[in-house]
């Protein structure tokens, strides 16, 4: 089982829709994790952080499931600018410090 | 301006030239990295440090070298490129590793002849 783990897409979906995706991580002692977004090859860019049971920023709303070991993006009012790579990010402690371990991105196309 | 810079963004060379990447920060953070972005693979972390002097292999560190001899500084050293290093590398800097956002440079991409 890969370490993170993330459906690549593309999910296509009207503007306006509710689109949800999933992120699995497999060391159960991860404490942290991040959404990140990332256009067309460019640099990602921090979505949201994800600490305890969740967190909620305007449309977009992250939560996390200890029990299940995955993370879950919400974005509610799909607009054609979310159209965007979403990565999922695990910090992993390694001896003295972390990596960062990443997904593969979930590919989301939003529609006119 | 917060920022993380590289220089080159976009590079082709030869293989067996030796070449840097560097990286830069003014947010005094503490630790950096390099990764490498492949269709299908995404990002995978080459090196990272933790501050100055203080380094350590991520997961596909073969064939890279950095080194961390200031803090704002972590230049990425292929000593000797392949075609299979051609890729789309990013740096990145966070306050602390763990639960602190990373801070991407704008990526090299590099290709390998």
């Known amino acids: 089982r890969k370490e993170v783990e993330q459906d690549p897409g593309p999910f296509n979906v009207p503007e306006g829709a509710t689109v949800a995706f999933n992120c699995t991580y497999s060391n159960s002692a991860s404490q942290s994790f991040f959404w990140y977004r990332q256009d067309c090859r460019k640099e990602p860019k921090l979505l949201m952080s994800?600490?305890?049971s969740g967190n909620e920023d305007g449309r977009f709303t992250a939560q996390l499931n200890r029990a299940s070991q995955y993370i879950s993006l919400l974005i509610r009012d799909s607009k054609l600018s979310d159209s965007a790579t979403y990565l999922c990010v695990v910090p992993e402690r390694g001896s003295g410090t972390y990596k960062y371990i990443f997904g593969t991105g979930t590919r989301l196309k939003v529609l006119a | 301006e917060a920022q993380v810079t590289q220089n080159p963004r976009y590079l082709i060379t030869v293989t067996g030239k030796k070449l840097t990447v560097t990286c830069s920060q003014n947010?005094?953070?503490?630790?950096m990295s390099w990764y490498r972005q492949d269709p299908g693979l995404g990002l995978r972390q080459i090196y990272y440090?933790?501050?100055?002097?203080?380094?350590d292999k991520g997961d596909v560190p073969e064939g890279y070298k950095v080194s961390r001899k200031e803090k704002r500084n972590f230049p990425l050293i292929l000593e000797s490129p392949s075609p299979n290093q051609t890729s789309l590398y990013f740096c990145?800097?966070?306050?602390?590793?763990?639960?602190?956002?990373?801070?991407f440079g704008p990526g090299t991409r590099l290709t390998v002849t």
């Open positions: 947010m005094n953070h503490e630790y």
């Open positions: 440090s933790m501050n100055v002097e203080v380094t």
């Open positions: 994800v600490y305890s």
């Open positions: 990145a800097s966070s306050l602390y590793s763990g639960t602190y956002e990373q801070y």
